[in-house]
């Protein structure tokens, strides 16, 4: 990225919010907004005309909402990262977004500092989010008691066991990437570990997971 600027579009149907963030990484070294829009079609028309490597998009527009156009720009432009830019942070429009394709979700009183880091994570393919999205998630995901596993969240974890990486989990098992990264917050909060490998050996010991 050393030398090259993070092309960047913004997409908010508020002009002044929109305005504020442009304004708000003008002066940001390495990040350069390439492009705006107010609404969920015309968003993807921008991100074809300038192909950006990170698009800010808020979730609730007219004519497009955050979710499709999230959904539209990951299976259209694989290369441009979503990075979900909203006051809203309920526990479904969070899963929604994340399940569409969104590689992070931060709120709108995030600081400049923390949204140009935030821009440079998702652009190198790193997932963000924001303190309190994360709390949320992992608060309404956690269960007391034991929780089987589903079909598809043993498939993850062994998927996980053999090595697999998440993009690769999704092709085996022909998911969305997005999609691999729910199933995996799902596990972690079922099974009360923050890593990939706890979970197998926790989801083994307890009969959870079975291997060959």
């Known amino acids: 990225m050393t030398g090259t ?7 908010d149907d508020h002009t002044v919010m929109r305005a504020g963030v442009v304004a708000l990484l003008a002066s940001e070294p390495g990040i350069e907004i390439v492009g705006e829009a107010a609404d969920g079609r015309a968003a993807l028309d921008v991100v074809e005309l300038h192909r950006p490597d990170v698009a800010l ?3 609730r527009m ?25 006051t809203y942070d309920t526990d479904a429009e969070i899963e929604r977004a994340v399940e569409a394709g969104a590689i992070g979700y931060l709120l709108k009183d995030t600081t400049r500092e ?11 393919g790193e997932t963000v989010l924001a303190p309190r999205v994360a709390e949320r998630l992992v608060a309404r995901l956690r269960r007391p008691e034991q929780v089987p596993l589903t079909a598809r969240e043993a498939d993850v974890l062994n998927a996980v066991a053999d090595g697999l990486t998440n993009a690769e989990i999704g092709r085996r098992l ?3 990437e997005a999609t ?10 079922k ?12 989801a083994m010991e307890r009969g959870l997971l079975r291997r060959p």
């Open 5 to 11: 600027p993070l092309r960047v579009v913004v997409v």
């Open 174 to 176: 022909v998911i969305a």
């Open 114 to 124: 923390q949204l140009a880091d935030a821009i440079r994570a998702a652009a190198r």
């Open 191 to 202: 099974l009360d570990v923050n890593d990939r490998t706890r979970a197998v050996v926790v």
């Open 62 to 86: 007219p004519v497009l909402d955050g979710v499709a156009t999230t959904a539209a720009i990951a299976a259209r432009f694989p290369g441009t990262r979503v990075l979900i830019l909203t």
């Open 57 to 59: 998009v808020d979730l």
């Open 180 to 189: 691999v990264k729910t199933h995996l917050l799902r596990l972690f909060a």
